[in-house]
């Protein structure tokens, strides 16, 4: 295995690094910096657990922690699933599969970024989106490779390792994006779908002001599937969820934001002007 991305960082950290809690019985969010990682227990089979991403570079330590506050000092995780391969969110995945030896599961789609095939496109750091994407000029696109470690998810919509839970393929900010659903509380985890904090203002990620929101506009690269990623998940009607960036979110305030998003998508998520507004091909 290979990692292209080690000690790469965002410049910038949120006042909520470091928080590791529950969102909902079996669910537990552990914010890296400005990202997001799950740990989700399998709700038949006690002690039972998967990682839903793998943060930043250099995290490996405290996800690792976390884990075994959650989940006990011999924890293990079933596998890893990744929502997708980009920096942020594959960031510590070659150091813990060395540690842990367990199976990554990925959309099909998004293997060539995980087998050391393919770069992602660049981000843009000129579209409309403030700080933050002129920051995205430093983001690798260099993919890592995990060897035979990484396994496409079964097409079925099953999570090996998870009961109770299904992925769901949302493609637009990457063409393998995927979420994960569980029914039986509508808990879903978003990846970068869409975002529960403006990305636009540095301000509101360090503060993680929330704030139902599209997904990150200087690096979705296909906005007309990103539209229809929204709409398919605010049709599950969730009741709470964890996005990549920002704060976890339920209720009220949460059906309202992700009902105006599907809505208004056009207005509230698409920048007026940038490289993959204006056309130019992002698939990778």
């Known amino acids: 295995m ?6 790469t960082m965002i410049p ?14 079996s669910l537990y969010c552990q914010t890296l910096q400005m990202v997001n990682v799950c740990l989700i227990g399998s709700d038949d089979q006690p002690g039972k657990w998967i990682l839903a991403d793998a943060g930043m570079p250099g995290s490996a ?8 506050k959650w989940f006990g000092d011999d924890c293990k995780p079933e596998a890893i699933v ?8 594959v960031g510590a995945v070659v150091d813990l599969v060395e540690k842990w030896d367990v199976p990554v599961y990925a959309h099909e789609l998004e293997l060539p970024y995980l087998m050391g095939k393919s770069k992602y496109p660049k981000p843009d750091p000129a ?10 000029a430093l983001f690798p696109v260099d993919p890592v490779d995990l060897g035979n470690h990484v396994r496409k998810l079964p097409s ?3 999570i090996p390792g998870l009961s109770g839970w299904k992925w769901i393929h949302t493609p637009g900010h990457t063409p393998g994006h995927v979420s994960l659903f569980r029914e039986a509380d ?16 540095l301000f509101k990620m360090i503060m993680q002001e929330p704030e139902i929101c599209g997904p990150p506009r200087y690096w979705t690269t296909d906005w007309q599937a990103a539209r229809e990623s929204v709409r398919r998940l605010e ?21 309202q934001g992700l009902e105006k998003l599907a809505k208004e998508f056009d207005r509230i998520a698409i920048p007026d002007y940038g490289r993959y507004v204006d056309g130019e091909n992002g698939g990778g």
């Open 82 to 89: 990744l929502t997708h391969g980009h920096f942020d969110h």
């Open 127 to 136: 579209v409309e989106g403030g700080m933050v994407a002129k920051l995205s």
């Open 61 to 68: 330590d405290e996800i690792v922690s976390a884990a075994k």
């Open 156 to 158: 079925d919509g099953r």
């Open 12 to 25: 910038a950290t949120s006042i909520r690094s470091g928080v590791s809690q529950e969102v909902a019985p």
């Open 235 to 255: 049709a599950l009607k969730p009741l709470r969820v964890v996005a990549g960036h920002g704060m976890p979110m339920k209720g009220e305030a949460l059906r």
């Open 2 to 7: 290979k990692d292209t991305i080690e000690g």
């Open 186 to 201: 509508r808990s879903l985890i978003a990846g970068d779908a869409f975002l529960t904090v403006k990305q636009d203002s």
